[in-house]
């Protein structure tokens, strides 16, 4: 097996991959396979893709991983319309158990780093029971302090994992990755936001009939009012890329 790696293409000048979520698991596989270091997996949404038109030093972060999932119906909708391409929505917390899923099937290692450690030591117990044979081979609360991490760095590195999830937000979590990364011998690194907490069920995910009608985020801002500075932007985002497209 040796998936291509999927097209870049871009949003409002921000990199996203035009990907399925089956495409996402195989390249992951390949990347672990091919067994380099360094790659990262994160995930493109309005909200992200409106903070990194104002961070350049974020937007490097974002054009350096290996794999941009289409995280946001937003971002879908908008390569549809700018770039006429057939792109699916990947989300980025169900990409995680996905990828949980290959590595219970081929034996590579799992690190869980990020979130509370209630959430993160529930979130392992889960998905160890949900897929029998998972190794998770370490595992660490996302409320270290920065004289502890170069002792997370070797403790991950000791742990032979292959597949790092790091659970901090954006954009902690990116900023995170490109400072530590290359320090760790993991093949791939995917950014997860809060996607443990979904896993323990503090935080609920929108029911199906919301995802299915590409309504999650107006679930999440009813649900969760403190997001609602965050999705904001999202008429903004809208705004943009119709002008962009009008501009054409
Ligand atoms: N978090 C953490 N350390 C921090 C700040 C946040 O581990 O210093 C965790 C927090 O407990 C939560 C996640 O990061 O589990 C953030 O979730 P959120 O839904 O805000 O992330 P998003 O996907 O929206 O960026």
Redo the contacts with the bound molecule.
């Keep these: 097996m040796n998936p291509e790696k999927p097209l870049r293409t871009e949003v409002l000048g921000i990199p996203v991959d035009c990907v399925t979520m089956q495409g996402a698991v195989d390249f992951a596989e390949r990347l672990i396979e091919e067994g380099s270091k360094g790659n990262y997996i994160l995930a493109v949404n309005p909200e992200k893709v409106m903070v990194l038109l104002k961070d350049e030093a974020l937007r490097a972060a974002f054009a350096g991983a290996a794999l941009l999932i289409p995280d946001g119906i937003g971002v879908v909708w908008a390569m549809r319309r700018l770039k006429g391409l057939a792109s699916v929505r990947v989300p ?1 917390s169900e990409l995680m158990p996905k990828l949980c899923e290959l590595a219970a099937l081929k034996g590579y290692g799992v690190f869980l780093y ?3 450690e209630e ?1 993160n030591e529930g979130a392992a117990n889960i998905l160890a029971s949900r897929y029998p044979g998972l190794r998770i081979v370490g595992r660490a ?3 270290l302090t920065a004289e502890e991490m170069p002792g997370l760095v070797r403790q991950i590195n000791d742990s032979g994992a292959e597949i790092l999830f790091v ?4 954009p ?2 990116e900023e995170w990755i490109l400072r530590w990364l290359p320090k760790l011998n993991v093949k791939v690194c995917q950014g ?6 979904t896993i323990v069920g503090t ?1 609920k995910r929108a029911p199906p009939i919301f995802c299915r009608l590409g309504l999650e985020w107006f679930y999440r801002l009813v649900t969760d009012p403190r997001r609602a500075k965050r999705q904001a932007v999202l008429p903004v985002f809208a705004w943009k890329v119709l002008r962009e497209k009008m501009l054409r």
């Design positions: 980025g990020g979130s509370k959430v609360n996302g409320y659970a901090l937000g954006s902690k979590q997860i936001g809060g996607t443990l907490d935080v």
